[in-house]
Structure formats: structure tokens, C-alpha cells
């Protein structure tokens, strides 16, 4: 693999064009805080925008959980009134943590290249549940619940999840879900669009896997500029968007692999892509 990072609490494969990052604390349920799960997520994305390798990243959890958000055990006081750890010190102090922390996780996912699909095995709950909602694509088993659960702590969201769900859901139901702090459950999932689809437990990453194929089947930097384009829409107006759909398209109509796949489908074959 092209310079692969170096994980602590998470295995990273590549095969076929596809990463797939798998956290792998399952002691800790796969827990943000109190690993290095944040770190290796974040360097596994930047590596993934870096590497001509990889077209697609999937995302899942070892063992029983996706992901459980932070580790409520941290947030307990101990020693009277006092913190130590990921949640301790003053207000300023914690500010600068969050920023320096867990809020690297949004901002690197927010400008990944390449398509992330979470593949949901089991609870995502608070930072997971949001883990789960940045990630472009949401595939998930009968066991994948999802909870926005920061109200039931006394806390909210600090990791951006409020911005990312309602753009998922819509707000009233986002509001209703983290004003709540209830669970949802796999087939409630689909239904509110948290998730695409539910398949059975072991077939999850197989479910994953051909999805995240048939996207890095296709000409690679047409995909990363699709995903690219589709994050720019959310947020540019509509003249601006044009001129810039104009502009990357006037350089994919200049490459080989635009060539490449309108002879192939001329000739009814597969594209065999180089990345340029």
C-alpha cells in the first residue's frame, strides 16, 4: 500500500481499490475517547485523499458495536469535584480539546476524495451515531442502532453532529431524535434515510464490499470529482456550481480514461482505467 499509516486501535486493508478501516476496540466498544481511534481515523482519511491507490473507503467496527462515542467511564467525576483525561479541565481547556480532538473527525471527512461507505454492525451511539452520519453511504444489519444520545449526558453534540444529521433526515426529525435522545433501530433506520439499506449480519461487508467495487470500477478521477462536486453543491449557489462543473468537466474530457470508457462502452467491454 502507498505509505499506509501506522494504526494503533484500527486494521486497514486495501484490495481491489478499496480501503476498508475497521476500529478495533471492542473492549471499549470501539469507543472515540481513551483510544487512538480518532487519530487513526483521521490519518487513514488523509492517506486515502493522498494514495492514486484508492478509489473507495469503507468503514466498520470489530466485534459487538460500530462505535460508542465517547467513553462515558471518562466522564465521571473522581477525586471530589475533579476530571482528569479527555474530559477534564477548565472550559477553555476543554474548548481547545474538542477542537484539537474529536472535531478533526468532521473536518476530515468533510473534505475526503473518495466515496466512505459506513458499514454499521452494531450500535452507533452519540460520536458514532455521528461517525456514522458523515460518511456518504450507510449500509447496515439487523443489529445497527442509532442514538443521538448527548441530551441523556447533559451535553450536546460537540462533534458537529446537529449539522450533519438534519441534512441526512430533515430537521424536524433530527430535532425529535436528539431532543429525545432516543434509539433508533435498524428497520426505523431506512426508514428516516439514516441508513440506505439493512442486510443480514453476515452478509454486511460482503453488501459493502460489492457497493464500494462498482464504485471503484469506474474511472478514477471522474469518481473523486463526482464525490467532490456532489459536497460542493451543498454549499455553492447555482451560477457558481456551473462554472465549476464547466471547468472540471473540460478536464475530464481531456484525460485517458474519459477516452478509455466511452470506446469500451462503444465496444460493450469493461474499461481497463489508469488514473489519468
Known sequence: ??????????????????????????????????????????????????????????????????????????????????????????????EHKYRHGIQRIPLAIHQAEVPIIAAINGPAIGAG??????????????????????????????????????????????????????LVHAEEAVQLGLMMEQVPADQLMQRALTLARQMASKPPHALRMSKRLMKQAQRQELPDFLELCAAWQGMLHNTDDHAEAVNAFVEKREGNYRGR
Open 129 to 182: 451515531c455521528d461517525l456514522a452520519c458523515m460518511c456518504d453511504i450507510r449500509i447496515g444489519s439487523e443489529r445497527a442502532t442509532f442514538g443521538e444520545t448527548f441530551v441523556n449526558l447533559g451535553i450536546i453534540p460537540g462533534d458537529g453532529g446537529a449539522w450533519f444529521l438534519q441534512r441526512l433526515i430533515g430537521y424536524q426529525r433530527a430535532a425529535e431524535i436528539t431532543l429525545t435522545g432516543r
Open 1 to 94: 500500500m502507498d505509505n499506509t499509516p501506522k494504526l494503533r486501535d484500527a486494521r486497514l486493508t486495501l484490495e481491489e481499490r478499496v480501503a476498508v478501516l475497521t476500529l478495533d476496540r471492542d473492549d471499549l466498544r470501539n469507543a472515540l475517547t481513551g483510544t487512538a481511534l480518532i487519530d487513526d481515523i483521521v490519518e487513514t482519511v488523509h492517506w486515502a485523499n493522498r494514495s492514486s491507490d484508492v478509489s473507495v473507503l469503507i468503514i466498520t467496527g470489530s466485534g459487538s458495536a460500530f462505535c460508542a462515542g465517547g467513553n462515558i467511564k471518562e466522564m465521571q467525576y473522581r477525586d471530589g469535584d475533579h476530571r482528569t483525561g479527555p474530559f477534564g479541565g477548565t472550559a477553555l481547556e476543554l
